[in-house]
């Protein structure tokens, strides 16, 4: 069988694949691995989980479900009720909690919904453990009765600390910026327009009025195009834009260019290792990020380490080495001083931060790295597992030396689907379009 985790908890469409009774057995298993009732017996106390959620619809019954499981296997339950995912992982260990839940599909439509769950200290599961808890999925379990059941209450003023928490972290006040912020109708419509507002800046919300259908349609980080439009007829200095549970965060300057992870990475990794608090003057990024960000890193005497694809991956990287700064492509940045998890806000909050701090327009900051134009071309219905027969191998090799310094290529078999994606970047968009148009046709006839 398909394994039920993927790369960011369970998801599905909320109803036909991830139902109640689903969430509710999840949460059970959750239950016995990771704050197990009778590992508490001799501490006197019951564990304790936090539950967060984004606006969908289906939230509503979906944490129903997992509060019911949690609290049925002997957990007492906090509903913070709709926040971001990095909220929920810093109140899972600013409250000690023993789990933390979030139900959110991140920037998925909003019939699709999904349970992450976070260890204690607010940090995401390793894959053993996830394997775990689908392993003990439908165990027959011995249920606590009386007094040994969870008990459930409502922790919504929980919000303010974690907007306190990531003002703490400033590097400067934002008086004077204006901004758009784009709250993709997501879990950041309320904290996140508070917070930049407490922070210093002028600030026009949009996607701020989620309606439980609503979220992510035409708005946030995966459609800039509005954000763009209001920051262009306003004047606005920029505008940041996150996705459905702010755990991502993208901007665009006063002239409506769009500023990537790659950017933000770049900006962020500079202003650090200028004041000195660059940790082993590294950043951590995906094999995905752009070649022209690894080159301006070079340049600015940054190392750049590669993970595979996934923050998850960036993350535990950065945690066994040491490092402070990391993230992907699509705006997960994750600063480990200050978060457990990639942060939409706080990395919204710092940028605006090294804009303030410069005096310098995030137009100009951007140009620390120029992208090399970047060709993706996914090949389906072919044997992913072929993804390194000679004649392929072969054929990178020969369009590697073609490219020399100024591209590359990668190869990346999809973990889903019978699909190979060709990503290739060069000195020439018509470059790099020729080239992966050539490795597709290769794994067309090499990969079946």
């Not at 457990?340 to 900051?365: I, M, N, R, W």
């Not at 018509?430 to 006839?445: M, N, Y």
Request: proline residues 3%; contains cysteine; glycine residues 12%.
């Amino acid at each position: 069988m398909a394994r039920l985790f993927g790369t960011d908890g369970v998801r599905g469409v909320a109803g036909r694949d991830l139902t109640a009774q689903l969430a509710m057995d999840l949460s059970v298993a959750a239950a016995h691995v990771l704050g197990d009732a009778g590992a508490f017996a001799a501490t006197g106390r019951r564990p304790v989980a936090v539950v967060g959620r984004d606006p969908r619809a289906s939230g509503e019954f979906l944490e129903a479900a997992v509060v019911a499981g949690l609290a049925a296997s002997g957990v007492d339950v906090l509903r913070l009720g709709v926040l971001p995912t990095p909220a929920v992982a810093h109140l899972t260990a600013a409250l000690g909690a023993d789990l933390g839940v979030m139900l959110s599909a991140s920037h998925n439509p909003a019939p699709d919904n999904g349970i992450k769950f976070l260890a204690r200290g607010g940090f995401k599961l390793s894959d053993a453990v996830e394997d775990e808890i689908e392993r003990r999925l439908g165990e027959e379990w011995s249920f606590p009765v009386g007094s040994g059941v969870g008990r459930v209450r409502d922790a919504y003023g929980e919000a303010d600390r974690y907007i306190s928490h990531v003002l703490t972290t400033m590097i400067a006040a934002l008086d004077g910026l204006d901004v758009v912020v784009d709250c993709a109708h997501g879990a950041a419509h309320m904290v996140a327009p508070e917070a930049l507002v407490r922070a210093g800046a002028r600030v026009e919300a949009i996607g701020a009025r989620p309606d439980g259908l609503n979220i992510n349609a035409g708005h946030g980080s995966t459609h800039l195009d509005k954000l763009k439009q209001v920051v262009i007829s306003r004047g606005a200095d920029l505008g940041v834009a996150y996705d459905g549970d702010a755990d991502r965060c993208l901007a665009v300057d006063h002239t409506g260019a769009i500023v990537d992870g790659d950017h933000i990475m770049a900006i962020l990794a500079a202003a650090m290792h200028g004041e000195g608090l660059l940790a082993k003057d590294t950043v951590v990024a995906t094999v995905m990020s752009n070649l022209g960000f690894k080159l301006a890193m070079r340049d600015a005497g940054i190392t750049v380490v590669e993970t595979a694809v996934g923050d998850r991956y960036v993350l535990e990287r950065m945690k066994s080495d040491g490092y402070n700064l990391g993230g992907e492509q699509s705006g997960h940045v994750i600063m480990l001083d200050h978060a457990t998890t990639g942060d939409g806000l706080l990395t919204s909050l710092h940028l605006l931060g090294v804009v303030a701090k410069s005096g310098v327009p995030l137009k100009e900051l951007a140009a620390v790295m120029t992208p090399l134009p970047q060709i993706l071309i996914n090949v389906k219905d072919v044997d992913k597992g072929k993804a390194t027969v000679p004649e392929l191998v072969a054929a990178v090799a020969e369009a590697e030396a073609e490219l020399g310094e100024t591209g590359r290529v990668l190869i990346r078999p999809s973990g889903t689907e019978p699909m190979i994606r060709v990503m290739v970047e060069a000195a020439s968009e018509e470059h790099a379009t020729q080239v992966a148009g050539r490795l597709a046709d290769v794994v067309r006839t090499a990969c079946v």
